[in-house]
């Protein structure tokens, strides 16, 4: 039961897997680069002490000419070109010797190069300025050969040498640990496309296939034996399939009955209509047995045409968002007071205690629905109520709590019985009162839920008082 071979995981243009080695080439470029940087500055400072060992063996050969004057044109010459410096300056036991070209112009600009220095964030810097900078620049090294501390050689040379040098250095670095990061991604890529992107790309294909077809079983994905998270994630992804294959079966099946019964409701009203003319009729007879026995049919057929009314209507309801508005509250509920007959009612006093500059975010239409359907059933229960005693009377009111609108509606009657209480939102089980379908409470209930809200019953000592939360306006 796995998604046809025949249907191959497409991945998208910038999909995971060119997301992931163009990631791990970028981080290992970014590596490289930090290795690179004190790599090219040790560089540096090698190719300096190099320069420096060279004029150390001019400086000897310096020390044992007696006289410094007996150097030749040639001999100085050599010495500089063995050093590659334009010019030598000799420092020991408290004497300097100068060694330079006669020819030699004055150089414009001079930088200095102490090799004695080995701070890395100072050689890190000499090494970029050199790679910048040192195109046209006259370098002055500083530094004291290898064995021979007593000895300070001064090197003055151009900068362009050692520049060209580095940027060699620097080019065999970038394209070596270009090689490095493409191999080493390629291999890395390899690895996690097959313990990743492979899996991952086959739960994908598989909820793609399984939302265009979901009623197909061929399309629940069979998970493998993996013991990691992808695992976990392919036998909940099964399950999960297999639970909605199996809802949308049931749903089907209800679907299908739920026609079956609606056709059934609708010629069982027609019928019963018919029976309530004929029962019209059956009433105008001055028969005492039939005037006696009347009331109580019109009343049951009246019952059963109402329960199959609201049948068909709870089955063609449309499950609509809501147009969110701001709405006067108090207006609103004055208003459904009026559809569900309680406000002028002549035997019931209705208490609207909502102030009057309060304004929330609601569909008006659907909440006054939510409104209509409560103060209607506390209108019902209250009118068959017998309480001689006290007013009976509907009352509504506002709390605001940090973050919602508790409006209470409720009631001086009788309350709800036990059965209707332990079956508060069940359609056809939560009615209160005789041939009641409870379909309101469901209707009202999913209502609030759509509005982020809350619809739930309050156990209180006397009479019936639901409880409406609705979330409160945000600026």
Known sequence: MSVPQNQPYQRARFGLSIKLI????????????????????????????????????????????????????????????????????????????????LDMPMPVAVVGADTRNRESLDLIVGALDVIINGSDRTMRIIGSPAGAQDIIVEVLMSEANLRQEMLTYSR????????????????????????????????????????????????????????????????????MEQDIFTMLRQKQHLADLGLAVAKINHDLRNTLSAAQMLSDQVATLEDPQVQRLAPRLVTTLDRAINFAQSVLDYGRQKTVPPKFEHVDLRALIDESAIDAGVRSHPSIEFANEVPDDVVINVDPDQISRVFVNILKNAREALEVYKKAEATKRVFVRLEEQANCYQIKIGDNGPGLPPRAKENLFVAFDGSGRAGGTGLGLVIAKEITESHGGR???LDTQEGTTFCIELPTIKD
């Open 172 to 239: 065999n670095i970038f394209w070596l640990s270009l090689l490095v990061a493409i191999a080493t991604a390629a291999a890395i890529f390899f690895f996690l496309n097959r313990l990743l992107v492979q899996p991952i790309g086959r739960m994908t294909q598989n909820m793609i296939a399984f939302r265009k077809t979901p009623e197909d079983a061929n399309r629940i994905i069979v998970p493998s034996n993996r013991k990691d998270e992808v695992g976990i994630a392919e036998r909940e992804l099964s399950m």
């Open 22 to 101: 163009t990631m791990i080439i970028s981080m290992i470029m970014i590596v490289e680069v930090v290795i690179y940087l004190p790599s090219v500055a040790n560089f540096r400072i090698r190719w300096l002490d190099d320069r420096v060992q060279v004029a150390g063996v001019a400086a000897r050969v310096i020390e044992t000419v007696p006289d410094a004057m007996d150097l030749t044109p040639d001999m100085i010459n050599n010495l500089l070109k063995a050093a590659q410096a334009e010019a030598l300056v000799v420092r020991m036991q408290d004497k300097s010797q100068l060694i330079e070209r």
């Open 455 to 457: 619809l739930s019953y």
